[in-house]
C-alpha cells in the first residue's frame, strides 16, 4: 500500500513539473504579448492581418503547405557596420576623429568619396562613440544592425524571428521542414499578388526549375464573357487556357493569396535589432522610412 502511494505521488510530481514546464511557464512568458514597438520608430508590431487573410491562414493549413515551407528564421550573428555620409567642411577634423573613436576604421577611410561603409565595429556602443564624434567634428555617419545567416543570406527573411512574430496568429504553423523556401517575409519578397498566383495554379511559369505541385483546383478554367476578367491569370504557352477561355482564382486562391501577403517579419524590434533598408528614390529624392 505504502508502495503504491509512493508510485501516485511520484508520478503526480512528474506530472505536475511537465505541465508546469510545458504549459504554465509558456503561458506565463508569452500568453500576454502584446504588440511591441518597433526600434526606433515606435509603430505597432505585428499589425492584425485582414479577414481575407485569416481566411487564407486556414487554406494554407488545409493544404498541407506547413509540410515543405517552414515560417522561422534562424539567425547565427549580427555584423555592426558605420557608414560616413558627410565630411562636412573639415575632412581632416573628421578623419582624426575617426581615428581617436575606432582606429581600425580610419585605417581604410578615404574621405573623397562619401557615402562610405568604414568598416564594421563589436557593438553598437562603439559604432555610437564613432557617430558622435564624427558628428563633433562637423561631419556625418549612420550605423546599420545587419543580422546574418544562412537563412538572411537566402533572403528568406532579414532578421531571425522571435515569439512576437506569432503574435496574432491562433494556429502557429513555424514548420517543421523546408522543400522549399522559408515563407516568413514572402509578403515581402514576393509582393505580386499575380506572381503569387500563377506560383499557385502552374508554379513553373514563374519558377522553370520548381518541384512544388500545383494547385489548379483552386482556379477555375471558363469561357470568357464580353470582356477578360480582370483577376484572369495571363497564361502563355502549353500552361494557356483553349482559345476562348480563362483561368481565374477562386475564393480560396484570393484568400491564400492575401495570406501570404501579410507574411512580413521585417520590423526592427529590441529582441530582434535589424536596421531596414532606405527606402527607394523618388523622383531622385529619397523617401523617409518609418
Not at 520608430?41 to 499589425?47: K, N, S
Not at 561631419?139 to 531571425?160: F, K, M, Q, S
Not at 524571428?161 to 503574435?167: C, N, R
Amino acid at each position: 500500500m505504502k508502495s503504491g502511494s509512493l508510485v501516485f505521488l511520484t508520478a503526480f510530481v512528474a506530472l505536475a513539473f511537465s505541465w508546469t514546464g510545458f504549459v504554465l511557464v509558456p503561458q506565463l512568458q508569452l500568453g500576454r504579448l502584446e504588440a511591441a514597438k518597433t526600434v526606433p520608430a515606435g509603430d505597432a508590431y505585428p499589425v492584425a492581418r485582414s479577414g481575407q487573410a485569416r481566411q487564407g491562414a486556414e487554406v494554407y493549413r488545409s493544404l498541407g503547405c506547413v509540410y515543405c515551407h517552414s515560417r522561422q528564421i534562424g539567425q547565427q550573428g549580427t555584423t555592426v557596420e558605420v557608414t560616413l555620409t558627410s565630411v562636412g567642411t573639415n575632412a581632416a577634423n573628421v578623419l582624426s576623429a575617426i581615428q581617436k573613436a575606432a582606429p581600425h576604421l580610419a585605417a581604410t577611410a578615404s574621405l573623397a568619396s562619401v557615402p562610405q561603409v568604414l568598416g564594421q565595429v563589436a557593438d553598437t556602443a562603439l559604432a555610437d562613440d564613432a557617430v558622435t564624434a564624427i558628428a563633433e567634428a562637423g561631419g556625418e555617419a549612420t550605423v546599420a544592425i545587419l543580422p546574418d545567416g544562412p537563412d538572411i543570406r537566402r533572403r528568406w527573411g532579414r532578421r531571425r524571428s522571435v515569439a512576437q512574430d506569432y503574435l496574432y496568429d491562433p494556429v502557429v504553423q513555424p514548420g517543421i521542414r523546408r522543400f522549399g523556401p522559408d515563407l516568413t517575409d514572402a509578403g515581402a519578397t514576393r509582393a505580386s499578388a499575380e506572381w503569387q498566383l500563377l506560383h499557385l495554379y502552374a508554379p513553373k511559369t514563374v519558377v522553370p526549375d520548381s518541384t512544388m505541385p500545383g494547385y489548379p483546383f483552386l482556379f477555375v478554367e471558363r469561357k470568357i464573357g464580353k470582356t477578360p476578367a480582370p483577376d484572369a491569370l495571363p497564361l502563355s504557352g502549353t500552361f494557356a487556357p483553349p482559345d476562348g477561355h480563362e483561368v481565374v482564382p477562386t475564393e480560396e486562391a484570393q484568400a491564400l493569396v492575401a495570406y501570404l501577403l501579410s507574411l512580413r517579419a521585417d520590423a526592427p524590434l529590441y529582441e530582434s535589432p535589424v536596421t531596414p533598408p532606405p527606402a527607394p528614390a523618388t523622383n531622385g529624392v529619397a523617401v523617409a522610412t518609418k
